[in-house]
């Protein structure tokens, strides 16, 4: 009888690799949970006055919707644009040459013609790299935490279904209620100790990535 067992396993292990892109983008999604405000009760600076300011409102005046508490809807304005280059070249060169004459008493008649001795050695060398990326574009994020000082910790996830995979566009940082514009807008380069991923999972981006084999003979070839 023959076992069938050893390629079953290998083929649920091959199984399990491709879908572990997925899955652990998924595992990571659980933490851009959404984050739901806490309702307070009613006061009596809640109630209607017809004045221009209250003492519960986000900010100076009553129609300021700005994002100011946990639970908050914040917009973030993506203009992330860098570019970088950088380029080295080094170059060298050594020359050297010798040679000895010796009387003919010491060398009993032997031809020091031959000792001499030249080296030549030349270096060059170059290596340059330039990098550049660009994200602009809108998203929607929460506020998480209220820090000392009124600063605001934001943290949000928008996640794109495909037809063959999905996109995370993820963020995390530190804003300050002043930054916020009064459309409730901030820019990304506003925002202290941003982290920003663009990630892809599924067969899309799977494409993209050599095999898992492949990924790991390139881990132990030592050429």
């Not at 399990?16 to 983008?25: D, G, K, N, V, Y």
Request: glycine share 10%; hydrophobic share 40%; charged share 20%.
């Amino acid at each position: 009888m023959i076992r069938r067992f050893p390629a079953l396993v290998a083929l649920t292990a091959v199984s399990a690799l491709s879908a572990c892109a997925t899955q652990i983008e998924e595992k990571i999604s659980e933490n851009y949970d959404p984050v739901y405000p806490v309702e307070m009760p009613a006061s009596s600076d809640a109630l209607a006055t017809g004045g221009i300011y209250t003492a519960s409102s986000a900010g100076l005046f009553a129609s300021d919707r700005r994002a100011a508490r946990v639970g908050d809807i914040l917009t973030v304005q993506f203009t992330e644009k860098f570019a970088a280059s950088k380029s080295q070249s080094a170059s060298g060169a050594r020359s050297s040459d010798y040679e000895i004459d010796l009387p003919n008493v010491l060398t009993g008649g032997f031809d020091d013609g031959r000792l001499t001795n030249s080296t030549d050695q030349a270096f060059n060398g170059r290596g340059a790299a330039q990098q550049s990326n660009s994200l602009t574009g809108l998203m929607s994020v929460s506020v998480v935490r209220e820090l000392p000082g009124g600063v605001l910790e934001i943290m949000g996830q928008k996640r794109l279904t495909l037809n063959n995979g999905k996109e995370y566009v993820r963020l995390t940082g530190v804003v300050r209620p002043e930054d916020i514009g009064p459309d409730n807008i901030v820019r990304s380069d506003r925002i202290a100790h941003a982290d920003i991923q663009y990630v892809g999972a599924g067969d899309t981006a799977d494409t993209a990535k050599p095999g898992w084999l492949r990924r790991g003979l390139n881990v132990i070839s030592p050429l």
